[in-house]
C-alpha cells in the first residue's frame, strides 16, 4: 500500500497532507484554544489548492479532540485539563482518521453534489446540486446528541453547489448553534451564497499556492513530468495543485502546445486542423467528457489571459505572448465576449447531451469571431 503522503490522487477526506497553508491552520488552532471557537467557517478560495483537504483536517481534529476530552473526563472529579494541542494534524493510522476517510463516522456528514435524491424518478438519482433533504439531515446531526460523546461535524463541499431551499435551510443551523458542533463551508465563489450565510460564518481566505510550490509538489508526485512540462503546468495552474495533477494526468502540456499551434493561424483558423482537433478532443477519455472538459478548460484560460492583457494587465503566459502581439490593437472586448461564450459552451457540454466535437468547434470559432 502507498503511502498516503505520497499518493496525490487520495480524496480530500482521505488525505493526511495540506502543503501552503500555515497561516489558516494557525487561525484554526487559535480559534480552538482561545476557547471561544465559532461554530462556523467558510473555508474560500479558487479550486483545486487545498481547501477540503483543510476542512476534513480540521474536522478529524475536532472528532479526535472530542473523543480525547470524553476519555480523559473521567472520575469523580475529572482530571486535569490536557494541554492545549499545537497542530491540526492527524496520523492516517489514527482511528478517527480511518473512519472519516471511510466515511463511517457517527458523528460527521458531508454534503456535496452527486448525493442520491430519494424524491427522484426512478429514485435515488444522485443529484447535480446539494438537495434540501440532505441539509436538513445535516441540521438533524447538529441538533442530536453526539452518539461518541465528542463533536458534531457537517462539511459542505462546494457550498455554492446547495440548491436554494438547501441553502435556507442551512440558516437554520447558523442561526441556532447547539454546542460542540462545526459546521464547515468549502467554497470556489463565497459570492454566490446568500449574505446571511457569508455574516454568520468566520471566512477564512485561502489564496493560491506560489509556483515553487506547485513545482514541488508535481516533482513529488507525477515525477514523470519533464522539467519543461512541469514549468508549463505550473503557469496554467494559476497556483492550484488539483488543476496541475488533472492536466498532468489528462496530458494538458502536450494539448497545451497542440492548441496554440492551432490558434497560431488566427484569424483565421485552419478548418482541417480545427475539425481533426475536435474530432480528438471529442473521444478522448473512457467518458468521453475528459477530453471536452481539459480542451475547453485551457481554452478559457487563454482567452481569458488575452483579455486581461489587452485591458492592460499583462497576464499571458510567455509562449502566448506572440499571440497576444498579433492582436494587441483590438482591446479586451471581443476576448471578453469570447470568455462569456466560453463559458456558456463550457456549462452547456457538462449539463446537456451535446455533440462534443460540435462544441469544441463552437469554442475554437470563438476565436476566431474574436481575432476576427
Known sequence: MSDPAEDASLPPRANPELVGHEAAEAALLAA???????????IAGPRGIGKA???FRFARFAM????????????????AAPASPTTLSLPSEHPVFRRIAAEGHADMLTLRPGMPNPKSSPPNKPSQEIIV??????VDLLHRTAAEGGWRVVVVDTAEDMSDEAANALLKALEEPSPECLLILVSNAPGRLL?????????????????ATVDGLLQRHRRELTAAERKTLTGLCAGSIGRAI??????????????????????RLDVAAAHGFAETMGKRGEDGQSGLRTALDLM?????????????EPSVLPE?????????????????????????????????????????????????????
Open 300 to 312: 478559457e484560460g487563454i482567452v481569458h489571459r488575452l483579455a486581461k492583457t489587452a485591458a492592460g
Open 195 to 211: 449574505p446571511t450565510i457569508r455574516s454568520r460564518c468566520r471566512t477564512l481566505q485561502l489564496q493560491p499556492l506560489p509556483e
Open 64 to 79: 479526535a479532540q472530542g473523543a480525547r476530552k470524553s476519555a480523559e473526563s473521567g472520575g469523580l472529579f475529572g482530571s
Open 133 to 138: 433533504y440532505w441539509v436538513r439531515r445535516a
Open 32 to 42: 480552538w484554544n482561545s476557547g471561544r471557537m465559532p461554530h462556523a467557517w467558510l
Open 320 to 372: 502566448e505572448a506572440q499571440l497576444a502581439a498579433r492582436f494587441a490593437g483590438r482591446g479586451a472586448r471581443p476576448w471578453l465576449d469570447a470568455w462569456d461564450r466560453l463559458n456558456r459552451l463550457s456549462s452547456a457540454g457538462d449539463g446537456l447531451n451535446l455533440d462534443r466535437k460540435s462544441v469544441l468547434l463552437a469554442a475554437l470559432g470563438a476565436f476566431e469571431r474574436a481575432a476576427t
Open 246 to 267: 488533472e492536466l498532468a494526468d489528462s496530458g494538458g502540456a502536450e494539448l497545451y502546445r497542440s492548441l496554440l499551434d492551432l490558434l497560431g493561424g488566427l484569424p
Open 53 to 55: 483537504t483543510l476542512a
